[in-house]
């Protein structure tokens, strides 16, 4: 497996298997715990590349626009950037993959939802008595090749 990469070193295309299909409400971590209970759905497919490690020592986290996938379903797919994010204090920069190129609509969902997911991880950390480490960094698309 490979370290994750700036967006100008991605992948061209990653093998993804799927772990929370979009709609549900539910995250879990690697281990299939529960790692958090969203107040809205999710409104893209969220699973990991087998093949490549994220900053967070774990597989890579991926995103996958489109029509709602099964959980545990596999299918490999063009990487068209990433959103960079910090949880934890740790990088875990989150790959775009699509069959398609994100189009303006889904780039600004991809900012709006994980803008909205920072803050309720921060305010999770306010919580547990925790100081806020999460931040939301921005969409970064691939260059075009």
Known sequence: MQKAHEPAD?????????????????????????????????????GR??????GDGEPQDVVVLGPRLPRGHTTTLRVWGQVRFVDGGQPDHKWVCAAAAPSRRQQALLRGFFGVYAAIKQARDVLRARAPRSRFEGWHPAPKT
Do not use: C, M
């Open 10 to 46: 991605l992948p061209p295309t990653t093998q993804v298997v799927i772990e929370v299909p979009r709609g549900s409400f539910i995250k879990r971590d690697a281990h299939g715990q529960i790692d958090l209970l969203s107040p809205i759905p999710a409104p893209f497919n969220y």
């Open 49 to 54: 590349s087998p093949e490549h490690h994220g």
